[in-house]
């Protein structure tokens, strides 16, 4: 089956006056904005655009830059894209970056020119970093982080600085709910002016936002899309109007975008998702139920103080260094105070109670519609 490579490859002849956007390119803006941009496009939305055929030349003529065969699926894909008709012509601008460890924010967004007046908002999903982790672990107690506020500073500027065009704003993971935020906390002006909203398997929130009137009034524009084994868009509160993609990958490799099947312009669709991704959301939902926000925040901070003692920033590092990070994590378990610990331990507990429990439920439910069957064929 297609993906979203392939999708380039076959539509790439068009260019977006011939063909409009579709579900398939907003997917490919949410996923190219996990590349850095430092100092190929503008940070500013005032700043003249760039050509995103003469990004891509720059950013491939950069030293240690992997050549094809080796590269990541981001290059690969920014390859194509730059190749392209289609993508090669558009005008790249407001490419910003934020990792800031004192008030613990993950956050980049670049915005893409589309011919007929239209602009693309797209906000980049969780990065590789313990700062970023650490901010989707707070959306389950706190809302907004830092991130969500940025986004809709962002949102807000970029549209200050194109006031004639049409607005469309997506992402993907994170990004998905920083597009989401962003979108129905803008401004009176910009919220008029966006015509679709993207949301590529990002988590809802935790307190009351999608039942808001702002979501409910944004709610006919907003567009999400998830995997069958998904368990990002299922998190917290969140809309239970959305569209299953099939994925060509299984279980939480599915997350990944590039394995989304693609047929023509749109997305392959199915109504049922995958006994892991129900069975992994029950999980989830079961913790968050059982447990107040304050113990969550609390929960947070202990985990990541265990993973911060490895003194990486980053979980690839983590797992570079893993010998001496798990020296250094068993370390700083050790030396909690016993409040702690405990609070890890029973934590950990909820976790496999509610995982038995889900198992449970889905033998039931196996069980009861196989009498079912057998009742109806008799």
């Given at each position: 089956?297609?993906?979203?490579?392939?999708?380039?490859?076959?539509?790439?002849?068009?260019?977006?006056?011939?063909?409009?956007?579709?579900?398939?390119?907003?997917?490919?803006?949410?996923?190219?904005?996990?590349?850095?941009?430092?100092?190929?496009?503008?940070?500013?939305?005032?700043?003249?655009?760039?050509?995103?055929?003469?990004?891509?030349?720059?950013?491939?003529?950069?030293?240690?830059?992997?050549?094809?065969?080796?590269?990541?699926?981001?290059?690969?894909?920014?390859?194509?894209?730059?190749?392209?008709?289609?993508?090669?012509?558009?005008?790249?601008?407001?490419?910003?970056?934020?990792?800031?460890?004192?008030?613990?924010?993950?956050?980049?967004?670049?915005?893409?020119?589309?011919?007929?007046?239209?602009?693309?908002?797209?906000?980049?999903?969780?990065?590789?970093?313990?700062?970023?982790?650490?901010?989707?672990?707070?959306?389950?107690?706190?809302?907004?982080?830092?991130?969500?506020?940025?986004?809709?500073?962002?949102?807000?500027?970029?549209?200050?600085?194109?006031?004639?065009?049409?607005?469309?704003?997506?992402?993907?993971?994170?990004?998905?709910?920083?597009?989401?935020?962003?979108?129905?906390h803008a401004g009176d002006e910009v919220r008029y002016r966006i015509r679709t909203v993207f949301n590529h398997d990002g988590p809802g929130f935790f307190d009351g936002t999608v039942a808001s009137e702002a979501y409910a009034e944004m709610r006919p524009r907003i567009e999400t899309y998830m995997p069958q084994s998904s368990i990002v868009a299922v998190l917290l509160e969140h809309d239970t109007s959305y569209k299953i993609v099939k994925s060509s990958s299984k279980g939480l490799l599915q997350h990944d975008g590039y394995t989304w099947e693609v047929l023509g312009a749109d997305?392959?669709?199915?109504?049922?998702?995958?006994?892991?991704?129900?069975?992994?959301?029950?999980?989830?939902?079961?913790?968050?139920?059982?447990?107040?926000?304050?113990?969550?925040?609390?929960?947070?901070?202990?985990?990541?103080?265990?993973?911060?003692?490895?003194?990486?920033?980053?979980?690839?590092?983590?797992?570079?260094?893993?010998?001496?990070?798990?020296?250094?994590?068993?370390?700083?378990?050790?030396?909690?105070?016993?409040?702690?610990?405990?609070?890890?331990?029973?934590?950990?507990?909820?976790?496999?109670?509610?995982?038995?429990?889900?198992?449970?439920?889905?033998?039931?439910?196996?069980?009861?519609?196989?009498?079912?069957?057998?009742?109806?064929?008799?």
């Open positions: 089956m297609s993906n979203l490579f392939d999708y380039v490859a076959w539509r790439g002849d068009l260019t977006f006056g011939n063909a409009p956007l579709c579900p398939a390119d907003a997917l490919v803006f949410s996923m190219i904005a996990y590349m850095n941009f430092d100092g190929l496009v503008p940070q500013s939305p005032r700043e003249e655009p760039v050509r995103l055929a003469d990004v891509a030349k720059a950013y491939f003529a950069r030293p240690g830059v992997q050549r094809p065969g080796f590269e990541s699926k981001h290059e690969r894909m920014l390859r194509l894209l730059a190749d392209s008709a289609r993508f090669g012509p558009l005008r790249m601008l407001a490419a910003q970056k934020t990792l800031d460890r004192q008030t613990g924010m993950q956050f980049a967004a670049v915005s893409f020119l589309l011919p007929g007046q239209n602009l693309f908002v797209a906000f980049r999903g969780t990065d590789d970093t313990l700062i970023g982790w650490k901010e989707d672990f707070r959306m389950s107690y706190e809302c907004p982080v830092p991130a969500q506020i940025e986004a809709k500073r962002y949102l807000s500027e970029v549209a200050g600085a194109h006031p004639l065009r049409r607005i469309f704003v997506g992402g993907h993971s994170k990004g998905g709910n920083l597009a989401v935020y962003a979108s129905i997305f392959v669709y199915t109504d049922e998702r995958t006994a892991f991704g129900k069975r992994t959301a029950a999980i989830v939902d079961h913790f968050v139920s059982t447990t107040s926000p304050e113990r969550r925040r609390r929960v947070c901070e202990a985990l990541f103080s265990v993973l911060e003692a490895t003194e990486h920033d980053t979980f690839s590092g983590i797992l570079g260094g893993k010998r001496q990070s798990l020296r250094n994590m068993v370390s700083a378990y050790a030396d909690m105070p016993d409040d702690m610990r405990t609070l890890l331990t029973e934590t950990l507990g909820i976790l496999i109670g509610a995982r038995r429990a889900a198992k449970k439920a889905e033998r039931s439910r196996a069980k009861d519609t196989a009498f079912f069957a057998e009742e109806q064929s008799s």
